[in-house]
């Protein structure tokens, strides 16, 4: 294994996303495996190189691969289920390759959310969109904004994780619920084995926080329709002959009210959720490591050759 992908299985990194593999199906994981972590990975299988997406697990951690039937066009992406402390929080990683139809993408990524948002706890997706988040002027990137704006999903990394000598770009994006609470993010410069810099993210979970929710309501249980009967029978009916006025006529309510009041009373109820708030006793951290992994690029040379 190289030096610079032993430094990330030294991490305390929960996950770790990969976009740009270069794998293929005959790369086995062994020979691109991080010790503590499950592979889970989706490679190109058209012969085209490049492309390929991969989600590297802590053990400790049970994780479920999301199946999606519907076809969503113009990127490649990987969905798990991952369980934390009884939270479900679907992790997902996403290239899309620069030649692809930016508009297209984005209108097929928002479809992709909409599907899964309903059915998890909590979201984080990460990866490579190749749409730069810098350029305010790009009507890719309103779209974009547009789009996270409506499903209640923010992006949280600011700087460029991608710079050459003449430019800088923010393409390699997080994304996740706008309530998580974030506890760091960021890029990190120090790995040299790709032109794109890792991004970050260490999350606090915690089970939502459900307040006391009262429910007052009039309690029938010890009902009497009977002696109701003859109670109501007993009220002065004559008064709403004689009344002056509306107002006066509308007063006969007082009467119903102590009747309803002594045959069934108001009852107040407090509902709660499952009492205990569950945090982690470290954070989660998912981290993108963008581009390619060496090992796996050097074994895909191998195998070519």
């Known amino acids: 294994m190289s030096p610079e ?27 691109v495996a991080l010790d503590g972590y499950a592979l889970v990975r989706l490679d190109r299988d058209d012969g085209r190189r490049g492309g390929g997406v991969a989600l590297y697990i802590k053990n400790k951690f049970a994780y479920t691969r999301l199946t999606v039937t519907k076809v969503y066009a113009g990127f490649e992406y990987l969905l798990v ?10 992790v997902g990683v996403v ?30 997706i990460l990866g490579d969109f190749n749409i730069n988040l810098l350029d ?30 003449s430019s800088s770009s923010l393409i390699d994006l997080i994304l996740l619920f706008s309530r998580l609470d ?12 790709s032109d794109h810099f890792l991004t970050y993210v260490q999350l606090k979970l915690s089970l939502p926080v ?9 309690d029938f249980y010890n ?6 009967a003859v109670d109501l029978q007993s009220l002065p ?43 982690l006793k470290s954070p989660f951290v998912v981290v993108a490591f963008c581009r390619s992994v060496a090992i796996a690029r050097t074994k895909l040379q191998n195998t070519e050759d």
Request: with cysteine.
């Open 136 to 165: 305010l002027h790009n009507k890719h990137c309103s779209l974009f904004h547009n789009m996270c704006d409506t499903l209640g999903i923010k992006q949280i990394i600011n700087d460029p994780t991608r710079e050459s000598a």
């Open 81 to 90: 289920r991952i369980t934390v402390n009884g939270i479900g929080v679907t």
């Open 210 to 218: 459900h307040r006391p929710h009262y429910h007052t309501f009039r």
């Open 237 to 279: 009916w004559h008064y709403i002959y004689f009344a002056h006025d509306i107002n006066e006529k509308l007063f006969f309510n007082a009467f119903l009210m102590e009747l309803f009041d002594t045959h069934a009373p108001f009852k107040t109820v407090c509902f709660r959720s499952l009492a205990h708030s569950t945090y």
């Open 182 to 193: 974030v506890h760091a993010c960021g890029v990190k410069h120090e790995l040299t084995i």
């Open 95 to 124: 290239y899309r390759p620069p030649s692809s139809d930016t508009t297209l993408f984005i209108e097929s990524f928002e479809n992709l959310l909409s599907d899964i948002i309903v059915d998890t706890d909590e979201i984080v």
């Open 5 to 31: 992908l032993s430094l990330s299985s030294k991490t305390c990194y929960d996950v770790i996303g990969v976009t740009e593999t270069w794998l293929t199906p005959g790369v086995v994981d062994e020979a």
């Open 223 to 228: 009902f009497d329709s009977d002696s109701f």
